[in-house]
């Protein structure tokens, strides 16, 4: 009967207040995110009122699966009753929102409902270990590093893996929640001249644009390789010979020349260098062609102080000389942060310059500041005649938290007349914000390596997500700039507006939307283009290890001004492709074609069809053959702003201390007068590699030693023992000799043999042994019989809150056995156990442990004194446990601990 009453009520109930459940029954606290593995406290209130009408009624929750309760309460309050739960989450829980049940029973019928929404946050938490580090490789070893990649977040992860040497067996993997995978980096030693130095193998670990892993480690590298011991300082030389067959437009040249060229120290102590180039005769004077002659040499004491002679490059700052040939003096000094320079150079190859003298101070702030004071006089010369150009300058870099900032004031004065020049390039970065402007500015009578020049760029870009990007850019150039007739180049009158959308879908393709709104304007007479345009540009690039395709189509409108100033504009279009295919790691194959239908270089404004096409051919053959090709049979009439070639070809053969070299070109130059446009050349060149002696070294040093056995039966004579490259056999009572070393780092080692199974020297090796000018090394290495540790693991887990053995998964161990100057590292087995063989006598720490920053195991008592004996194995076991928390509870306050079970 009671029965029926408490179904009818709830009936009720269900018709007439069900909408008002809600507030019947509420979550006092507010829930935030809950990171997984962790704790949370939930409070729910019954209202008064609803309790009271049932008075028996019982409250229960029900959890997501994985989900415990630690503790609940209840408690009687003024305005109902509160229920007080302590949830834990599984530490794998996935990012998501949960649902949350709590119900009111009354002998088993439900009275009253409440849904909580959890959400729970994701946890990225990638780990990288070592697994292995490797004492010693030697120069061709391949040497194999293992990593650990551990994904202790709750989110299975794809990873993109990268390292800078070697090559790694997986880059792109996928790791589940709580899952590991071991890869391994592999690399081949390359080798050296030297005898000993340092080689990292490293591993990122890559998740979209979360912040990369990174994980190294170094490991030294010996050479035992045999190099003959040379006790001479000498003096690299290169000895050339080249046959030149120049065609210019009517004219024919064939040309000798010699090239000789050498760099090296004049002494033992490396404080006097020099640097020698001497190239000629000068037999015709087409410097654009590079044919003219060198003469430079340049001598350096102690690495501070440097004077050259002779031909050189000058460049002394952006706005004053940029880089000029000539031929001269300059000196120059640096001490601690600061260096000054003076010079006086005649120039060789500048239209309307004579000579230039000056000097120059720099020096370094806090190395994030850089100030240099300049000073040069130029005498000029123009349609007017010769005069001199004084100028001085102020310039600096400037680096500060997200701006970098490099910035030139100039004054000049000539013919009376006082003008200044102003240079500078900003980049601004915060965020994914980036911005950048550059901007050059030199008057009519400022006379430096700008004159009467206004350039103007600005860039805003800005990163939308890894895969987004957009950008504005603006750039106005009106430069007038005295280059040597080596490098000539014009520069069009300008003027570029581009706003553009980037789609990098991932490392392999790539599309780029650009719209433009330009002018462009010849300056050379007679001017062959002068146009105005609007087009929309689609350039789509693909990048693989063995195929590279980009690709453009352009469309839209332009306006031919070589014809009026009032042409319409009419619609242009053009396309082009570039493929280039790694046939072989040394053979390189690519293309050339595109199309243009337009109006803008036509005479008469009418539309043209223009198809330009070329190919390019690069083969490396083991350094032996070297090939190079490339070929076009046009450009454009806006490329021809520069030096273009249309054929290059260039074919070299290295027989070590030999070469022999063919070269040939066909190319066009600005600014050049007609008949000698269209230039061509071939060259034959035979080079020699020459190592002349300076001076013998008579300070060699030796090596003498002996192999004692400290335990019985261990043999002495006879054992192979090594000097880096060097080696030799012990004898009857174990002494051996190395007589006549060149001074330097080696690396003493006993190789492994039959013999010596089961025995190792008692002090670390390989020992590295520094061989000292005059002197002899002696070294005794006593020789033991080795023995072994070994062990298991018991793993224990608590079945308290309804956990299973099953449920969760064994963690990576490992096990390090150290005596302070050598360490092992090995890992636990599917099997629970791990061991170390051939260790020497002696006393050792074990520890064994859980890579990486979890808590949900720990090992007992996991680290253990050892003493290794001869012929023995030590037995050492460990216990690993699941860590069980607790609720301790204090009052109305409740705190939460860890404690083992």
Request: proline residues 3%; charged residues 20%; hydrophobic residues 35%.
């Amino acid at each position: 009967m009671k029965n029926a009453v408490y179904i009818l009520l709830f009936t009720l109930l269900s018709f007439c207040s069900f909408g008002q459940n809600l507030e019947k029954i509420r979550v006092v606290n507010k829930l935030e995110e809950i990171k997984p593995g962790n704790y949370f406290s939930l409070f729910l209130e019954v209202n008064k009122n609803f309790h009271n009408s049932f008075p028996e009624n019982v409250g229960g929750l029900k959890l997501p699966e994985g989900w415990n309760i630690l503790s609940e309460k209840k408690f009687i309050r003024e305005t109902g009753v509160r229920y007080m739960y302590t949830i834990s989450t599984a530490k794998n829980t996935p990012s998501q929102k949960y649902n949350l049940e709590f119900g009111l029973f009354v002998r088993d019928q439900i009275i009253g409902f409440k849904s909580i929404d959890v959400e729970v946050s994701e946890n990225y938490n990638i780990e990288v270990v070592n697994l292995k580090k490797t004492n010693h490789v030697l120069e061709g070893d391949t040497l194999i590093t293992p990593f650990l990649i551990q994904n202790l977040g709750n989110t299975a992860e794809r990873l993109k893996l990268t390292t800078t040497l070697g090559t790694i067996d997986f880059d792109d993997i996928i790791v589940e929640a709580n899952g590991s995978q071991t890869v391994k980096v592999t690399q081949i030693i390359p080798f050296t001249n030297q005898s000993s130095w340092q080689i990292s193998s490293d591993i990122t670990v890559f998740s979209d644009s979360k912040k990369p892993v990174y994980n190294v480690v170094s490991i030294p590298v010996y050479s035992d390789r045999e190099n003959k011991i040379d006790n001479h300082l000498r003096m690299p030389i290169t000895v050339g010979v080249n046959h030149l067959n120049y065609s210019f437009g009517n004219e024919k040249a064939t040309v000798f020349r010699f090239d000789v060229a050498g760099r090296g120290f004049l002494d033992f102590d490396n404080k006097h260098f020099i640097d020698f180039v001497a190239n000629g005769p000068n037999n015709i004077s087409v410097p654009s062609l590079g044919s003219y002659d060198e003469y430079t040499l340049s001598y350096t004491y102690k690495g501070n102080s440097n004077v050259i002679l002779g031909d050189f490059s000058n460049r002394v700052s952006n706005l004053l000389e940029f880089g000029r040939a000539g031929r001269g003096i300059k000196l120059e000094h640096q001490t601690g942060n600061s260096n000054i320079s003076l010079f006086f150079q005649k120039a060789r190859f500048a239209l309307n310059q004579d000579y230039a003298f000056g000097a120059s101070y720099e020096t370094l702030v806090r190395n994030t500041t850089k100030i240099k004071l300049s000073q040069i006089t130029k005498k000029l010369s123009d349609k007017n005649g010769d005069f001199m150009s004084n100028l001085v300058s102020t310039s600096g870099y400037f680096k500060w938290k997200k701006i970098d900032l490099d910035a030139e004031v100039s004054i000049g004065l000539a013919k009376g007349k006082l003008d200044m020049a102003i240079y500078s390039q900003a980049y601004y970065r915060v965020g994914r914000l980036r911005i950048q402007n550059r901007t050059i500015r030199a008057g009519k009578n400022y006379h430096g390596f700008y004159n009467n020049s206004n350039f103007f760029f600005n860039s805003v870009n800005y990163q939308v997500s890894s895969k987004i990007f957009l950008g504005l850019n603006s750039s106005f150039s009106s430069l007038n700039r005295s280059f040597d007739i080596t490098s000539f180049s014009v520069s069009p009158l300008s003027k570029v507006h581009s706003a553009l959308f980037t789609y990098k879908l991932n490392s392999k393709h790539l599309g780029v939307l650009t719209f433009t709104n330009q002018e462009r304007e010849d300056r050379l007479e007679p001017a062959s283009f002068h146009y105005k345009e609007n087009f929309t540009n689609i350039s789509y690039t693909y990048n693989s290890p063995r195929l590279e395709i980009n690709a453009q189509g352009r469309f839209g409108k332009s306006a031919n001004l070589l014809v009026s100033d009032t042409q319409e504009k009419m619609k242009s279009y053009a396309s082009t492709l570039q493929p280039n295919i790694t046939v072989t790691p040394w053979f390189v194959i690519g293309g050339y074609l595109e199309y243009q239908h337009t109006s803008k270089f036509s005479a008469d404004n009418t539309n043209q069809n223009l198809f330009y096409y070329g190919g390019n051919v690069d083969l490396n053959y083991k350094d032996f053959i070297r090939l190079n090709f490339m070929y076009r049979n046009n450009y454009a009439p806006d490329e021809f702003y520069e030096k273009r070639n249309f054929t290059n070809a260039s074919l070299t053969f290295n027989f070590k201390e030999h070469s022999l070299s063919l070269v040939g070109a066909r190319s066009i130059s600005p600014g050049l007068s007609v008949d000698i446009q269209n230039t061509s050349f071939f060259s034959i060149k035979y080079t020699v590699k020459l190592n002349p002696r300076l001076a013998k070294n008579k300070n060699i040093g030796h090596l003498g030693g002996k192999l004692v056995g400290k335990s019985e039966g261990i043999p002495q004579k006879g054992i192979l023992v090594k000097l880096g490259s060097h080696q030799t056999l012990t004898d009857s009572s174990g002494n051996f000799h190395f007589n006549n070393i060149f001074p330097d780092k080696y690396i003493f080692t006993i190789p492994p043999t039959f013999e010596l199974a089961g025995i190792k020297s008692e002090k670390k090796t390989p020992l590295e042994v520094d061989i000292m000018p005059d002197s002899t090394v002696y070294l005794e290495i006593p020789l033991v019989r080795t023995g072994g540790v070994s062990g298991e693991l018991d793993f224990r887990i608590t079945d308290k809150y309804q956990y299973t053995k099953e449920d969760q998964s064994k963690p990576i161990v490992l096990a390090k056995l150290t005596n302070g100057e050598e360490t092992y590292v090995t890992s636990v087995n599917k099997n629970d156990k791990y061991s170390f063989k051939e260790i020497k006598p002696g006393y050792w720490k074990l520890t064994v442990y859980i890579p990486g920053t979890q808590k949900d195991y720990e090992i007992l008592n996991n680290v253990s004194s050892v003493k290794v004996e001869s012929t023995k194995v030590e037995m050492i076991n460990f216990t690993l446990v699941s860590i069980d928390r607790k609720i301790q509870s204090t009052g109305q306050q409740f705190h939460l601990s860890s404690s083992n079970k």
